[in-house]
């Protein structure tokens, strides 16, 4: 870990012999040894899911860092009595990582429209609007499915992810998944045909 602030040392004992929940309470009065070992002991998982999430090595590292310094910084959002702490790392490092992948997308469409108007030639003019709505339309109509459908549907379709890692980013038996994905692009279908009325 980097980057990590270091207040004086509190003593205590912080080891392999603590628990999460107590790692974690020894990190909400300021101990970085505790952090440390809770990054010893679920790093690897959750730079993992960060990979299979983003498919960039420095992205996955960047997004990592953030959770365990988030963790740092607000280390009461973990209820212990709502599942383990690497369950809760894993959920924080699926959620910014979504969130990179769409804030990359973004950027990157944003560059390549750029780059198409510039080098388009007029008569081109009508199909990027075109191509543009039809992108807008898209978005808008994910935006309107349940937050469980949606994410399945990004994760699959957006993220190149088999259902079966979907199933492990959300933490979802694969069956539930399918049925997600199924359900959500049935009414995407219907969105984008109420929408668009078959015109695009």
């Given at each position: 870990?980097t980057?990590?602030?270091?207040?004086?040392d509190?003593g205590?004992a912080?080891?392999?012999?603590?628990?999460?929940?107590?790692?974690v309470?020894?990190?909400a009065?300021?101990?970085?040894?505790a952090l440390?070992?809770?990054?010893?002991?679920?790093?690897?998982?959750?730079?993992?899911?960060c990979?299979?999430?983003?498919?960039?090595?420095?992205?996955?590292?960047?997004v990592?860092?953030?959770v365990?310094?988030?963790?740092?910084?607000e280390?009461?959002?973990f209820?212990?009595g709502?599942?383990t702490?690497?369950s809760?790392?894993?959920?924080q490092?699926?959620?910014r990582?979504?969130?990179?992948v769409?804030?990359?997308?973004a950027?990157?469409?944003?560059?390549d429209?750029a780059?198409?108007i510039?080098?388009?030639?007029?008569?081109?003019?009508e199909?990027?609007?075109?191509a543009?709505?039809?992108?807008?339309?898209?978005r808008?109509?994910l935006?309107?499915?349940?937050?469980?459908?949606?994410?399945?549907?990004?994760?699959?379709y957006?993220?190149?992810?088999?259902?079966?890692?979907v199933?492990?980013?959300?933490?979802?038996p694969?069956?539930t998944?399918?049925?997600?994905?199924?359900?959500?692009m049935?009414?995407l279908?219907g969105?984008?045909h109420?929408?668009?009325?078959?015109?695009l």
């Amino acid at each position: 870990m980097t980057d990590v602030p270091r207040p004086p040392d509190r003593g205590g004992a912080v080891g392999a012999a603590s628990s999460d929940p107590d790692l974690v309470r020894s990190v909400a009065v300021g101990d970085p040894r505790a952090l440390e070992e809770i990054h010893r002991r679920h790093g690897g998982a959750v730079i993992g899911l960060c990979r299979r999430v983003l498919r960039d090595e420095a992205l996955a590292e960047e997004v990592s860092q953030e959770v365990f310094l988030r963790l740092w910084s607000e280390p009461h959002r973990f209820d212990a009595g709502r599942g383990t702490l690497r369950s809760f790392l894993q959920r924080q490092a699926h959620s910014r990582s979504i969130e990179r992948v769409r804030s990359e997308e973004a950027r990157r469409a944003r560059e390549d429209r750029a780059l198409r108007i510039d080098s388009a030639p007029p008569a081109d003019v009508e199909a990027e609007a075109v191509a543009s709505l039809r992108s807008t339309v898209v978005r808008e109509a994910l935006d309107q499915l349940e937050p469980a459908e949606r994410s399945a549907i990004v994760l699959a379709y957006y993220g190149g992810h088999s259902y079966r890692e979907v199933s492990v980013l959300l933490d979802a038996p694969e069956g539930t998944v399918k049925s997600r994905i199924r359900s959500g692009m049935n009414k995407l279908a219907g969105l984008l045909h109420g929408h668009v009325g078959g015109d695009l």
